[in-house]
Structures are given as C-alpha cells and as structure tokens.
C-alpha cells in the first residue's frame, strides 16, 4: 500500500488573502512505513515574505527569487504522488493551500477525500491532549531536537514517523529489505520483506508426558479422554 506523507510551507494562513506556497515535501510510505523516495521543491510565491512567517520556517523572500514558480513544478508533483492517499497533519490548511495554487495555475483541484488528518486521528486516540507534530514525537520518543525552525522535509519525514505509530507501530521482526521494480503506471514499488527463519516446533508428546498423562487419567473417574473408546 503506497502513501504520501505531505507537509507545505507558505507566506502565511490564508490563500484567499494572498498567502502563496513556498515550499513542499512529500515522503513515500509502503504498508505505513516510509522509504527513500521523497519529493522536495522549494517555491517562488511572487511576493514578499512576511517576517511573521519568516520566523517560521526561515524562508526569505531573498532565497525564493530565484526558485521555481508553482505552475513550473506542479506537473512533477502531481507525478510523484501519483494516485496515492496523502497523510497530512491538519490536511485542511495544506489541501486549502494546494488547491488554491492548482486554480491560479489553472489545474485539476485535489479530492479532498485523497486526504488522511493525522490531526484529526491524534485527536479521537488522545482526547484533551496536545497533538501537534512535536507533542505528537515526544508521546512516541521521536527525536526532533533537530527541529529548531519549521522545515516541510524534515517535517514530513517526522510526520511519516508519527503516522507509522498512530497505526499501530512498526512489528517487531518486520524490516524492508530491498525495493525493485517500480509500477510506472501508479509509482508504487513492490518491496521484498525480510522474514526470520524459525525451525518448527515439535507437536508430537514424548514418551514420557504420554505416560505422565496416562497415569493422571487413572486417577480420574470416567475421563472424557477416554469416552467414546
């Protein structure tokens, strides 16, 4: 099962006010667990960027100038997600941004149903608790010291963490252990898993419990064992 941990960056709260798009990051997942498959693409939103969310995500309007716009990358993002379910923490405010971004480029808008909230599943398993990505790494001793500014990366890639322990968390045992020939049509890759060897267990009683066993049936008075006999 292919999914897409999906994580924005943008100039503000509100598209419809003029707040834009500055950065995506997406993490393939297979069966909940990501794999070294990502996109990434840092995004020229064609205004200025606001201090408030300067102090965010570290993005300035400087560094984005020269980067790519929307309509330019929206073709290779749109390939790389494929048809695949995309896991997003409060998906609302990045679908909300995304599909703004797809009307001004004049494209397709995202169901909105392709969308898996991470914040809305934190919300019913931890009712009254704080479930924002860093409340959410600390219950699960996920370690984000090295998130000192917002990132979309390296948030996805926690988030892809955070999501594989909301579903129940990684077996014990159970390992990726190589990726092979990916499906051009859905981008999906048929992964091989590593199974431990364990020698069968013997069934059959030895000699020594039939006998045991015998003799405690002798004790017994009629004993359904031997009924029928």
């Not at 003029?18 to 020229?44: K, L, P, S, W």
């Not at 923490?89 to 991470?118: G, Q, S, V, Y």
């Not at 919300?123 to 917002?150: M, S, W, Y």
């Amino acid at each position: 099962m292919r999914e897409i941990a999906l994580d924005t960056e943008t100039t503000g709260l509100d598209p419809d006010t003029g707040d834009r798009i500055v950065e995506i990051a997406c993490v393939e997942m297979i069966n909940h667990q990501a794999t070294e498959e990502f996109y990434h693409v840092y995004v020229n939103p064609l205004r200025s960027m606001p201090e408030e969310a300067r102090r965010v995500h570290g993005l300035t309007t400087e560094f984005l100038s020269d980067k790519p716009l929307f309509s330019e990358i929206a073709d290779a993002f749109l390939t790389f997600i494929g048809d695949s379910p995309l896991v997003i923490h409060n998906a609302a405010f990045d679908m909300k941004f995304l599909n703004a971004e797809f009307k001004r480029a004049r494209m397709k808008p995202l169901p909105f149903e392709r969308a898996i909230d991470t914040l809305r599943i934190a919300q019913e398993k931890f009712p009254g608790a704080r479930v924002n990505l860093d409340a959410l790494c600390q219950r699960f001793g996920i370690n984000n010291a090295h998130r000192t500014l917002h990132g979309a990366l390296l948030d996805t890639r926690l988030l892809a963490e955070v999501y594989l322990e909301l579903c129940g968390g990684r077996e014990p045992g159970l390992a990726f252990s190589s990726v092979d020939e990916k499906d051009t049509k859905s981008g999906a890759e048929h992964v091989t898993l590593n199974r431990i060897f364990r020698e069968a267990r013997p069934h059959n009683p030895s000699a020594e419990e039939t006998e045991a066993f015998e003799g405690f049936l002798e004790s017994l008075q009629n004993p359904i064992w031997r009924q029928g006999k």
